[in-house]
């Protein structure tokens, strides 16, 4: 196995990524919109964004791969962000480079490879890059096409849209402590990095007297759905439920997964009308399709519950969760794949 080399300005290419703040940042729908493009537009099992770092390739945005990274040293991106142009592998077990790669004779079984590299100011940032577990060709027309898909990648680095908070978190932190506060397997914040940017948006909105919502979610009937079709499947209704959740999402709400099958968003600058109006969007989003999985296909549906509040400050989070807790459950009491809205009155909270 050939190991990828490194470009001749690698450390202004790292410090240009490390600039962007994007690696272990939360998932975004306008990646994952192109991925799934790049999925059904070549009809492959994986579609990927690829982030090239020091020492791993980090996905912001995965279609049919629930791994978040794997090793540098093993990553066909790594070969393809040398050149500027498609770098293609049309049967692995066959090229001298790749044969004996871990990602070819193990899961995921890589046979064919596509990848384009995505440039930020005149550096390889990664790729765009196609999977399939089976040789094909790739015509010059395929090439063309993965190219325009690469260059809409390249505008999405260009205009990464988080909020301020979720921005400065980003630039406070170094790499690995990002890392920590990223869920793997759907990209979305996790418990402790919600814990650490909570407090930071109820702060600016306090400042701004802004009012806000918190919506906890819950996947209804989850654990059938593992019992029936395995954790593995699980998971994917997971990943599945998370993309769909982004879709429904402003670019600067925060998303985060809260618990096994729990999710949590904030959204700031928000009414008790634009919250129910999102509670809608998710609901809507999530049932629209059933999820496809290995073994079938499974219907999905969730239940929210919705806490609504005007110029609320910071100390009242602990209460701004609890009564989205108390509405998710009367969600679930009205029979589920539904939204319930209470609202914190943060001055009668202050008096009791």
């Known amino acids: 196995m050939r190991e990828p080399g490194l470009e001749i300005d690698e450390s202004q290419r790292l410090e240009k990524l490390d600039s962007l703040r994007i690696v272990y940042s939360p998932a975004d729908h306008r990646f994952d919109r192109i991925t799934k493009m790049a999925q059904q537009m070549f009809d492959v099992p994986i579609a990927l964004v690829s982030l090239v770092t020091k020492d791993k390739q980090w996905f912001k945005s995965a279609q049919g791969l629930c791994a978040a990274e794997t090793p540098r040293e093993i990553s066909f991106c790594g070969h393809a962000i040398l050149a500027n142009e498609t770098f293609v592998v049309n049967n692995a077990l066959e090229h001298p480079d790749f044969s004996d790669n871990p990602l070819v004779t193990d899961s995921p079984n890589i046979r064919f490879y596509a990848g384009h590299p995505i440039s930020y100011k005149g550096s390889n940032m990664g790729t765009l890059c196609l999977i399939d577990t089976k040789p094909r060709d790739f015509s010059a027309e395929q090439i063309e096409s993965l190219q ?179 509405a998710l459950y009367d969600a679930k009491a009205r029979g589920r794949d539904c939204s319930a809205q209470l609202t914190l009155d943060p001055a009668r909270t202050n008096a009791a």
């Open 148 to 326: 325009t898909l690469a260059q809409f990648v390249e505008n999405e680095l260009e205009v990464c849209a988080l909020s301020e908070s979720q921005a400065e978190l980003l630039a406070d932190l170094k790499e690995s402590r990002r890392e920590a506060m990223i869920d793997p397997l759907t990209g979305l914040w996790n418990r402790r990095g919600v814990d650490e940017l909570l407090p930071r948006e109820l702060a600016r909105a306090h400042r701004q007297g802004s009012s806000v919502a918190l919506m906890l979610l819950d996947v209804d009937y989850f654990k059938p759905i593992n019992d029936r079709f395995g954790h593995d499947a699980g998971d994917e209704v997971l990943k599945e439920v998370a993309s769909r959740l982004r879709g429904a999402l402003r670019p600067h709400d925060v998303a985060c997964r809260y618990g096994d099958d729990e999710f949590l968003v904030f959204l700031g600058n928000c009414s008790q009308e634009g919250a129910q109006a999102v509670a809608r969007r998710i609901l809507d989003r999530v049932r629209v399709e059933p999820v496809k999985l290995a073994s079938g296909e499974t219907e999905v549906t969730v239940s929210v519950g919705v806490a609504s509040a005007g110029d609320i400050s910071p100390e009242l989070l602990p209460e701004l969760v609890k009564t989205a807790d108390m």
